[in-house]
């Protein structure tokens, strides 16, 4: 399906990545660095913040510098710690925009939620948000548990959704943290949202590389990996879909305060349009793999999309 | 306390002994790890130790080996050997090896090393052959001391042993990962008190078996 499709696209963002990098010192200047002393007056700083998650920084400085670009000012908070911080800065105006993750943000504010996929996630979460806290459109990209296998598997018995795993004629092992075996989205979820039977076994490295090297090794067949982690490229791997949601959606969505001006909006919701779960993997992975800082990705990728220039 | 009642209250249900998940086979798997990865390093570091203190040359670099050795972190030993060798017991059994071999070295090389040079002086005396001192005067003189290596090794062993469910679906790290990953603290306590217990009766009965060797040498 799509997943498979977009490699190509995903190749090709990456040539046009490396092939960009010359441009990045037009856009790396942050105009307003001079003047954040409170000049008062007409441009107001628009503060964008990020969890300390690699990941997020790069989303929250594609928004500072997609801004910037059209003349706003904005003020760096990068890397902020916990949610129960961070929410509470956005609630009371200190923070303007913030990358969030619609799951989670929603079981934040709604503890009891059922909401699983992610348009029912997307409604609560529109719903739930406080006074003065707008939620800007959610973006195809996802930062979330899901069940991968290995490509050559995938093609073997035609799977891509996880039910297509009762076509599979094996015996299939998932191997992943130990709490997953008693968690509803583990083998019982399987069970009984797919009709899947699968055994049970403990890799307790959270999908790391000795999870990759099981499934490679074919000791698993099905495992548990971060739709945004870089080694589902790397690696060849296939997220199924999961289309009964056991695992709750978390797509990206910016989180934006009432200063962040129509104008603005259309700029952030225009970046989430075009970011894909495969695009998010490629950010992230230059990030993994070349160590480059989150200001040169986000420049890279905003010059590719032509969304700045 | 109520964590450490809940935990006494998980032991005591029968229920959590049987079944292949359940206790009693749990502890059989640990035993048995534990078991096998003893036997093995005795089997690689006992022949060594033996007879570098039977020659009476390269304590140094025994104690260099095993001191290097007992500096190497387990769970990264893990890691390394299950990306080579992948999942599944084998790679925590070359881990724990590793882990409880330096005891047994060092206990097989001073245990013989240390026997009185009058001592095996007289046995040549008396015209024993350098094999005879080793099996008649030294082994049976050192018997404590390598007995005491092997109770250090596998109660060091009995310990770790928990990281085999790190990458394998055995012994009673199983109780301690899911209860600590589940955040379900009386299981992690149940699993933790459990290794615990095993570690104590283990030790109690080498205790036994040095006093006896002391007595019978």
Known sequence: ?309 | MDLLREALVWLADGGNWAGPTGITARLGEHLMVTAIVVALACLLAMPIGVWAGHRGRGGDLIVGIAGAARALPTLGLLTLAALALGIGLVAPVVALVVLAIPPVLNAAYSGIATVQPSVTGAARAVGMSSRQVLAQVQLPLATPVLLGGVRSATLQVIATATLAAYTSNTGLGRYIFAGLKANDYPLLIAGSLLVVVVALVVDALFAVAQRFSVRHR
């Open chain 1, 1 to 309: 399906m799509k997943q498979r499709m977009t490699f190509g696209a995903v190749a090709a963002v990456a040539t046009l990545t490396l092939a960009a990098c010359g441009s990045s010192d037009t856009i790396d200047a942050d105009p307003s660095a001079d003047n954040t002393a409170g000049t008062g007056g007409g441009s107001e700083e628009l503060v964008i913040g990020s969890q300390d998650y690699y990941s997020s920084e790069i989303i929250a400085e594609i928004y500072a510098q997609a801004l910037e670009a059209e003349d706003y000012s904005v003020q760096r908070e990068y890397r902020i710690g916990q949610r129960e911080i961070y929410v509470g800065e956005i609630e009371d105006g200190s923070i303007d925009l913030f990358p969030e993750y619609t799951g989670p943000l929603l079981q934040f504010w709604e503890p009891d939620t059922e909401a699983r996929l992610m348009d029912d996630v997307y409604d609560a979460l529109v719903t739930a948000a406080p006074q003065g806290v707008s939620i800007l459109d959610q973006s195809p990209a996802t930062d979330q548990d899901s069940y991968v296998v290995t490509q050559e598997f995938a093609d073997e018995y035609d799977l891509t959704t996880i039910a297509d795993l009762a076509n599979v004629t094996q015996d299939i092992t998932l191997g992943a943290n130990s709490e997953l075996e008693s968690r509803p989205n583990g083998p019982d979820g399987l069970k009984e949202y797919y009709g899947v039977d699968v055994g049970f076994t403990p890799i307790e490295d959270g999908g790391g590389p000795l999870t990759v090297k099981a499934l490679q090794d074919g000791d698993i067949q099905l495992a548990v990996i971060y739709t945004a982690d870089p080694s589902i490229d790397t690696n060849n791997l296939v997220t199924l879909e999961d289309p009964e949601g056991l695992f709750l959606a978390s797509h990206v969505v910016p989180v934006a305060s009432e200063r962040v001006d129509a104008d603005a909006q259309a700029i952030i919701n225009s970046i989430s349009a075009a970011m894909t779960p495969e695009i998010l993997r490629e950010l992230n992975a230059r990030s993994v793999t070349d160590q480059s800082p989150a200001a040169t990705i986000a420049a890279d990728w905003l010059a590719d999309t032509g969304m700045v220039s």
